[in-house]
């Protein structure tokens, strides 16, 4: 399946694919089925929509889109007619009115989630990065029936956290897809972006930088495939060459974290911060890590300065949280946690480490406070609120 979006429109991909009827599966709408109340319309009606998909299918894209309009003026409830012109219209790269057809079909059908990747994806194609990401991340709740659509989707999801430099969040999002064996430069490419927390697009790069971007992008893509060695390997000379390239001792930490060699994790995170030292992720990596290996003590140094150096990151006041409450230092892990909470309320893995804080110090009604908010966050995240 082809992610190449950047060069050539992701709607206009599936279209080329043959995808338009099966890129997403629409559910029929009842309002679809109502009749016209002029007794000429429905055939009309019928008529257009015959001639508009023949038109379709012979390639004849202005034509087609002219009679779905037809169509859509006698049936304004045709939710295939809004579909497929929004294709057609994302086909022609006319994305301003694609994006109005995919609205129209969701007026229609407010919970229909391939229907918000397909608006997502024409929004990311105008430039509306952060409505984009809204409308995908909610298909992605409601759910994209279509492998295809929905591998689609999900890659311009970790795309777009990469761009706005939420990479941890863009991570696992990225594994996702390289575990349903995607194969594609793209991916690649935001591998590459994701592990040395570049917040861009592929093609914003300088072509130098591209290149170095997939290399390292092509060596995660192997590491994660289980060659391990081999990628640790193919770091070593990529570190022989350019000893001293920003976030590349961070990326082979990351690499080497992922499969489970958390001591060489830590010695190049170390080595980053040398190189950096005020590298507050290099730092965090560290005590997360140290305090995965059950080793708090050796956490909180690296937990500490993190929050020093920055103040006004969520993840530092919850790994120095989690660090101090395994230390029995409960009060203060419960003054972190809650800085944590006020940076990223929604984020669901800090209102449990505060609530697991809170039964430490015997707040019971604090305790199950949290423990409810970590449940509707952890509920609405799986399945969405039907709202984007």
């Not at 082809?2 to 050539?8: D, F």
């Not at 994302?90 to 007026?107: P, S, V």
């Not at 989707?153 to 995607?182: R, T, W, Y």
């Not at 001591?263 to 997360?288: F, R, T, V, Y």
Request: glycine share 6%; net charge neutral.
């Amino acid at each position: 399946m082809a992610l190449r979006i950047r060069h050539a429109s992701a709607l206009r991909v599936l279209l080329a694919a043959g995808l338009v009827a099966a890129a997403c599966v629409f559910p029929a709408s009842r309002l679809a089925l109502a009749q016209s109340k002029a007794a000429g319309s429905e055939k009309n009606f019928q008529a257009l929509a015959d001639q508009a998909g023949q038109a379709q299918r012979a390639g004849k894209t202005q034509e087609s889109i002219r009679l779905y309009l037809q169509a859509l003026q006698i049936r304004p409830q045709w939710v295939d007619g809004w579909r497929n012109l929004g294709m057609l219209l994302a086909e022609r790269k006319d994305y301003a009115r694609a994006e109005t057809a995919f609205k129209n079909l969701l007026q229609i059908e407010p919970k229909n989630g391939s229907a918000w990747a397909l608006l997502g994806l024409t929004e990311f194609e105008r430039g509306g990065y952060d409505v984009a990401l809204r409308d995908i991340v909610h298909a992605r709740r409601l759910g994209v029936p279509n492998a295809d659509l929905s591998k689609l989707a999900l890659f311009h999801e970790a795309l777009l956290l990469i761009h706005k430099g939420e990479f941890e969040a863009a991570e696992p999002l990225l594994m996702n897809l390289v575990h349903a064996d995607v194969n594609d430069p793209d991916l690649v490419a935001a591998l590459g972006l994701d592990a040395l927390r570049i917040p861009s697009f592929p093609d914003q790069l300088r072509a130098d930088r591209q290149a170095f971007v997939n290399r390292i992008g092509a060596i995660d893509f192997q590491g994660f495939h289980g060659s391990v060695e081999e990628a640790s390997s193919a770091y070593q000379q990529l570190i022989a060459e350019q000893p001293e390239a920003k976030g590349l001792h961070f990326a082979y930490g990351k690499m080497l974290a992922s499969a489970g060699k958390f001591d060489q994790c830590i010695e190049e995170m170390g080595k980053e911060l040398d190189l950096n030292p005020s590298d507050d992720m290099a730092m965090l990596q560290i005590a997360m890590t140290e305090l995965n290996l059950n080793q708090p003590a050796r956490s909180l140094p690296y937990a500490e300065k993190a929050v020093r150096v920055a103040p006004k990151l969520f993840a530092s006041h919850y790994v120095l949280g989690r660090t101090l409450d395994k230390l029995a230092q409960t009060d203060r892990a419960i003054v972190e946690l809650e800085m944590a909470t006020k940076l990223a309320p929604s984020t669901p893995e800090i209102h449990y480490a505060l609530f697991q804080a809170y039964s430490h110090a015997n707040r019971k009604a604090d305790a199950l406070r949290e423990r409810q908010v970590f449940a509707n966050l952890t509920q609405k995240e799986q399945h969405g609120d039907g709202t984007p």
